[in-house]
């Protein structure tokens, strides 16, 4: 069994030995395709992908079309179809390798596991017309096994002139509410870029922060005013993957009923080397757990976020990046209490996370970040069970994550990254009545990606 002083000194050797050979989550989504269509290196859109560079959120915006390689074309007529086609097949894929432990395994269990893979994916990412791109992701599931849809975001964008202002809009075709944000503050894509699949994680999250991911599909559209003001809307519905169709609800806890609405509305501005946004972003969903007919669970997400970036061209182009971003959900869990999985229908729930990257050149990258998540006590909702429950019903947990990131090549990444509770569920000490103290679960994670 080994301890946190164990864990921490390997953490720091393996720390030193990286900084004697380089003098120094990722959610990775540097995707080769779009470096082939476009010609530019990856470094052009990404800091530490999946960041955005100003180049990479136009890029995006203007819906993943722009190209810089020649192109299979015909010029639509009255009654000829047009053509604008890349001479390739827009296709990418990645490959990870993870090794990882926490300060006290599960019981019964070993310590500092390695995945050989941990996951794979493959990509459809491009122009697909003159106006139309996509990011398709199929990703492979080392411990399923299996390969299943990941992120899809295919969209339709054009320009006009509104009010004298150039007006840049589109269309938006998801699985996964904020995975078309242009910005890396929103849960999608926000930090961390990378993590360990088999550590025990926190039981409460929000259900805009990943609890509809690649479970939706949703239809929208988006524009962008002067550079400056940005704003986008869309509904989803329940389409569970995997499942039979026609949709009996039978599988899942979250069955939309009618349609979701999203809404996102944001801010931009670049002072000289400095650049800001500011923005908000929620969704209301109405559910029926396990069923499409009955009483109905109503969740309201309401979100503030920030993100603030500064080139440092006096230090080699170094630059920083800061993201931020609160959400609060109120729920009217009526079915669920009428089942009797919660004590009482309504319930509020927070999370706060910050976090901040140095970005020596776009080689090397230092991060840090803070969680937070606290709500409503429910000792029915939020269970005793060993390692994932809590003792006294408390949804709270806080800590942080510690990255170092190192891509000696723009398509191959190495990360060292440690995680550490102050809180969980609930609890510092024997949080769940099992005996198990929340720095047990602090992790210690090192990951190899290699991008083809």
């Keep these: 069994m080994s301890s946190l002083k164990d864990v921490n000194k390997y953490i720091w050797t393996i720390v030193a030995v990286v900084g004697l050979l380089l003098m120094g989550s990722t959610r990775l989504k540097a995707i080769t395709s779009y470096a082939r269509q476009t010609g530019l290196p990856c470094s052009s859109c990404h800091t530490i992908p999946p960041e955005l560079t100003p180049f990479g959120r136009a890029f995006k915006l203007n819906g993943y079309t722009m190209t810089g390689m020649p192109q299979i074309t015909a010029k639509p007529a009255r009654h000829q179809a047009g053509l604008s086609l890349d001479r390739y097949m827009p296709i990418a894929a990645f ?32 122009a697909i017309s003159d106006h139309v791109g996509s990011f398709i992701q199929v990703t492979y599931d080392s411990q399923g096994d299996h390969f299943s849809w990941d992120n899809t975001d295919v969209r339709y964008s054009n320009r006009k002139t509104f009010a004298g202002k150039d007006l840049v ?5 998801n699985n996964n509410p904020t995975v078309e944000d242009l910005w890396n503050d929103t849960p999608a894509w926000g930090f961390p870029w990378v993590g360990p699949d ?7 999250g929000t259900l805009i922060d990943g609890g509809l991911a690649q479970d939706v599909g949703g239809v929208g559209a988006y524009a962008m005013w002067n550079d400056h003001l940005y704003g986008a809307a869309a509904v989803y ?9 026609p949709n009996d609800g039978t599988c899942c806890g979250i069955n939309i009923r009618g349609a979701a609405p999203y809404w996102r509305l ?24 396990g069923g499409i007919m009955g009483p109905e669970d109503y969740f ?23 993201h931020t971003t609160y959400i609060h959900e109120s729920t009217n869990l009526v079915a669920t209490y009428g089942l009797g999985g919660a004590a009482m229908p309504k319930h509020d729930l927070s999370t706060y996370k910050l976090d901040g990257t140095y970005h020596f050149g776009d080689k090397y990258g230092a991060t840090a970040g803070y969680f937070n998540t606290w709500g409503t006590t429910d000792p029915v909702l939020y269970a005793q069970s060993a390692i994932d429950g809590s003792a006294n019903g408390d949804p709270g947990s806080d800590g942080y994550i510690l990255q170092f990131a190192y891509w000696p090549w723009q398509n191959i990444d190495f990360t060292a990254q440690y995680t550490g509770y102050l809180k969980f569920n609930g ?18 994670y090192f990951t190899a990606w290699f991008i083809f």
């Design 169 to 173: 809009y589109g269309f938006t075709f």
């Design 198 to 204: 088999q550590t025990p994680t926190p039981m409460a």
């Design 300 to 322: 309201t997400d309401v979100a503030a976020d920030a993100q603030y970036e500064r080139a440092l061209p006096k230090l080699d182009n170094d630059s920083i990046s800061v």
């Design 95 to 126: 490959i990870q390798f993870s090794y990882s432990g926490t300060n006290r395994p599960r019981p019964g269990t070993e310590n500092w596991n390695a995945e050989f893979p941990q996951s794979a994916s493959l990509f459809l990412a491009g």
């Design 237 to 245: 519905r329940s389409v569970h993957i995997g499942n039979p169709q």
């Design 266 to 289: 944001a801010w931009q501005q670049t002072m000289g080397k400095n650049y800001l946004e500011v923005g908000t972003y929620g969704m209301h969903a109405a559910s029926t757990p």
């Design 427 to 444: 609890g510092k000490t024997n949080y769940d009545g099992a005996g198990r103290n929340a720095s047990d679960n602090n992790a210690a």
